[in-house]
């Protein structure tokens, strides 16, 4: 098309967009959708023994006091639950919503910047435009993300939601989104109650789930800590080393550790550079490498000495080796899932991002001379292809019959906004109405409601365009009155492109017939030309 022609018509398409916003409808046809956050996914409450309730994660301001005095843990290995030091406080995950208010929007508060802590936000959005409708076909599920992810109080609550659903959507099955190690939890309770899963459960689609780890993230998330948010709001947020200390005691974190019984492609290291100096005083520098069992004994030595001050008293808290056994327990409990008869499984994994695989500390140059010096250093990533979080290589391993696994570029986080992935969900969901989209070759849509000629004429490129459209309102009364006349409204646009040694001169004009509204719909009608010198 030529470029002045493709130029009106977004213009246009952009004006019909904001002259009027369609009213939200709900499809009563619609099954219900559970959505599923992973870790740091959902928005925790402190309750106070009076019943106080503070919101302690996430909150931008003031961030680091309530964090640290409300979510710092111990793991209890007889419970297998990680216990807040503050035993004056309950960690509560709020239900507004249906559950949706907890992993919507992860800072309610913020205004500048509140991207960075949107979370299923955009999808809820979308969603709700297809029909569906909260607390009727839309729920959400959040949960203490520090527990393990085969936690029995968790998964308890994860089946009486199902309960819950199934019988608010008189009896219809359930179709579960998850996002990141959200996956991993409906895995292990797919695993653990098989029968309960194929009672509800009519689809799960996982997007962007580590099911053999995140190796790179997670190793250096133990030794150095981790920022849930990236940019300018990191200087008002919690410190990464203070929420390195909160990783430390979660059986979650050590549940995303690369696996160990999976056939690496390649095999993710915990690297360094040191010095050794031999008895006569010679000194060499070698890179070693480790691993994934044999990097254990390197993050355990390094975090030997590690502690923290509470309420005036120094707690240890080294590499917990109680959490490991826990987790690898877990990890026995996800390779014995199988997805259940009847039920659908789909994967959707990001690609085209560096992402961390293997840890290196330390340079040639300056090499490590003290192995506590790691978690006072910058890492060093080498890189695979993934979602900047969870590599290619893990995410697709999901070891279930799935019907479609299907590679999206984007970004870990950011791929629950991204509109190839709505395309994608929307179609498994049947809740679009193409029986010719096919998501695994093709998830683009392509315009074909518009028809373009093109032909030379003494020199000239013509080039000509109809295209259609037609706008839904639910009453009459609801259409501006600029187009309540009886008669066709009629506009025109013209542009012209002096042309130069690298382009073309180009005239193109369009005319636009808005007719009256009949039955509900306003018909728009545009028909344009553009004539440019031939090449």
Known sequence: MAVLLEDIVKSIELWLKLLKKPEPFVDPNLDPVLLVPGIAGSILKAV????????????????????????????????????????????????????????????????????????????????????????????????????????????????????????????KKINIITHSMGGLLVKCFMSLHSDLFERYVKSWIAIAAPFQGAPGYVTSSFLNGMSFVEGWQQNFFVSKWHMHQLLIECPSLYELM??????????????????NIDVDGNSSILLESYPPVEAVSVITQTLATNEIEYDGVDIPLPFNLEILKWANETKKVLSCAKVPPGVKFYNIYGTNLDTPHSVCYGSEDAPITDIHEIPLLLANFICVDGDGTVPVESAKADGLDAVARVAVPGEHRGILCDRHVFRIVKHWLKADHDPFYNPINDYVILPTSFEIESHQEKGLQVTSLKEEWEILTADEAEIDDTFADSRPMVGSIAVSHLGDDRSPSETARATVTIHPQSEGMQHIELNAVSVSASA
């Not at 005095?69 to 297998?80: A, E, I, Q």
């Not at 009727?136 to 199902?162: C, H, M, P, V």
């Not at 690369?258 to 010095?275: G, I, N």
């Open 258 to 275: 690369a696996s160990l019984d999976f056939s690496w492609e390649h095999v993710p290291l915990l690297q360094f550079w040191k010095e």
């Open 48 to 171: 106070d023994e009076k019943g106080k309730e503070e919101r302690v994660w996430v909150r931008i301001f003031g961030s680091d006091r309530e964090f640290c005095t409300k979510l710092w843990s111990r793991f209890d290995p007889k419970s297998g639950k990680t216990v807040s030091l503050d035993q004056k406080t309950n960690i509560v995950v709020p239900q507004d919503r249906d559950g949706l208010y907890a992993i919507d929007v992860l800072d309610p508060d913020m205004i500048i910047g509140r991207d960075g802590v949107n979370y299923f936000h955009d999808m809820i959005v979308e969603m709700t435009k297809w029909g569906y409708q909260e607390g009727k076909t839309l729920f959400g599920f959040g949960y203490d993300f520090r527990q393990s992810n085969r936690f029995k109080e968790t998964l308890e609550q994860f089946a009486e939601k199902l309960e819950l659903m199934f019988t608010a959507a008189g009896g």
